[in-house]
């Protein structure tokens, strides 16, 4: 069973800096693109950074120059630096990823159980 957990979330002023994790387990054989999301109260989930298996990155608008994707060399675990933040990016982050897993010829889209990033004013 394939698993993503994030972590790093929590409550920061306006203007501070977050980093969260996510950490791929279980019965993998290749991950795809890995890709951050947020939710916030109210909204719907929204794309907020992707990074292909070759290094390509695509960002939301509302986070471009504020925000950074990155992967580490076993690709089993990507990051989101996020600087600058402000209010607005307060919401439920969520990893997700297009897993392989062993024994099997279907790519499976997968999500982490999401972390709480709160900005105060």
């Known amino acids: 069973q394939v698993q993503l957990v994030e972590s790093g979330g929590g409550l920061v002023q306006a203007g501070g800096s977050l980093k969260l994790s996510c950490v791929a387990s279980?019965?993998?054989?290749?991950?795809?693109?890995m890709a951050w999301y947020r939710q916030a109260p109210g909204k719907e989930r929204e794309m907020v950074a992707t990074i292909a298996r070759g290094g390509s990155t695509r960002y939301a608008d509302s986070v471009k120059d504020r925000f950074t994707i990155s992967r580490d060399s076993t690709k089993k675990i990507w990051y989101l630096q996020m600087n600058s933040l402000q209010p607005e990016d307060t919401a439920v982050f969520y990893c997700?990823?297009?897993?392989?897993?062993?024994?099997?010829?279907?790519?499976?889209?997968?999500w982490g159980q999401g972390t709480q990033v709160t900005v105060s004013a």
């Open positions: 997700n990823a297009d897993v392989l897993p062993n024994n099997s010829d279907r790519f499976r889209d997968v």
């Open positions: 279980g019965s993998i054989f290749a991950i795809r693109d």
